[in-house]
């Protein structure tokens, strides 16, 4: 059984740091694409960054030089370092995992949520001004 459970998430003040883990378990995160998503009330579930199959990232232009994606894949565990946080990053963060072969790129502009194929419940950021 698949499992992916994120944690790190708590509130912090405009231009702090937190760093997001998103622990897997029942399958190999190496062999897939990986991704974080975030949702605030009432929108869609967004992208944010994501790590491909062969360690290529990608990120959308907000968070571009303020967050960073890794995988540590002795651990089986995704992560997002979250820099110089803003009001704006609050949500609810999903790691998730797509089991197609995918680029980075494309996983943030082609791939719709609804086809990723394994979620996280989530862990809540608010960052407060």
């Known amino acids: 059984q698949v499992r992916l459970v994120e944690s790190g998430g708590t509130s912090v003040q405009a231009g702090g740091s937190l760093r997001l883990s998103c622990e897997v378990s029942?399958?190999?995160?190496?062999?897939?694409?990986m991704a974080w998503f975030r949702q605030t009330p009432g929108n869609s579930r967004e992208p944010v960054a994501a790590?491909?199959?062969?360690?290529?990232?990608s990120y959308i232009e907000s968070v571009k030089a303020r967050f960073t994606i890794s995988k540590d894949n002795a651990k089986n565990t995704l992560y997002l370092e979250m820099n110089d946080l803003a009001p704006e990053d609050t949500g609810k963060y999903y790691c998730?995992?797509?089991?197609?072969?995918?680029?980075?790129?494309?996983?943030?502009?082609?791939?719709?949520?609804?086809?990723?194929?394994?979620w996280g419940r989530g862990t809540q950021v608010t960052v407060s001004s």
């Open positions: 998730a995992v797509f089991k197609g072969t995918i680029s980075a790129s494309a996983a943030l502009t082609i791939v719709t949520p609804s086809l990723w194929d394994y």
């Open positions: 790590f491909d199959s062969v360690a290529r990232t």
């Open positions: 029942g399958l190999k995160p190496d062999d897939y694409c």
